[in-house]
């Protein structure tokens, strides 16, 4: 964990150029994708220029992209096959919207985020028994898709379905309980 907060440190020291090294990271794997070619991603070379070429827009805007991606094509959005849809509460047009987590999002992302805070934690709390019992995790509901291509459910659920064994050690309930669709029974 020590590593990591050197690696936050220089972070935190030099953020925008950092923040540079992940969008010229982004942009040259994005050109592998059928949304990187359509968007030219090979001729950007600056954020100035992704501003330019890419417009903001909507999820429905994007929808098409991600219904490939839920059909298991690859190299839609990002290299590679979607394996899980986190879905949204659907507060926007009342309907849920289904991101795509990839493998490499989960792990660099995600993940990587629940690691810096227990490295932060014991960097600032050196005794921290954390440790030493267990924790109470529970999430949102996950399943699996009709035909099979993907997993979707609250990202909590993909999260707690995806962590290390060594986490796992240490919460409590089991996976199948913390991810039940009924609440009330996950409780008791």
């Not at 020590?2 to 942009?27: D, E, G």
């Not at 030493?132 to 379905?161: C, P, Q, R, T, V």
Request: proline share 4%.
């Amino acid at each position: 964990m020590q590593k990591r907060i050197k690696n936050i440190n220089k972070f935190t020291k030099q953020p925008i150029k950092y923040q540079n090294n992940i969008f010229k990271f982004l942009i040259k794997k994005g050109i592998k994708t059928k949304f990187g070619q359509e968007h030219n991603f090979n001729n950007i070379t600056s954020y100035i220029k992704f501003k330019k070429q890419i417009p903001i827009r909507t999820y429905e805007e994007l929808s098409k992209y991600i219904l490939d991606a839920k059909k298991g094509k690859k190299n839609i959005l990002w290299p590679g096959k979607v394996n899980w849809f986190a879905k949204s509460s659907g507060t926007t047009n009342s309907k849920s919207k289904f991101i795509p987590i990839t493998k490499e999002s989960l792990k660099d992302c995600h993940l990587k985020a629940g690691k810096d805070m227990l490295s932060l934690y014991e960097n600032n709390f050196p005794t921290t028994n954390i440790y030493n019992g267990k924790g109470i995790m529970l999430g949102g509901s996950i399943e699996k898709s009709k035909d099979g291509n993907y997993k979707e459910g609250d990202l909590s659920a993909i999260l707690l379905d995806e962590f290390p064994f060594w986490v796992s050690y240490h919460r409590v309930p089991d996976i199948k309980t913390a991810t039940m669709k009924e609440w009330d029974e996950k409780l008791e």
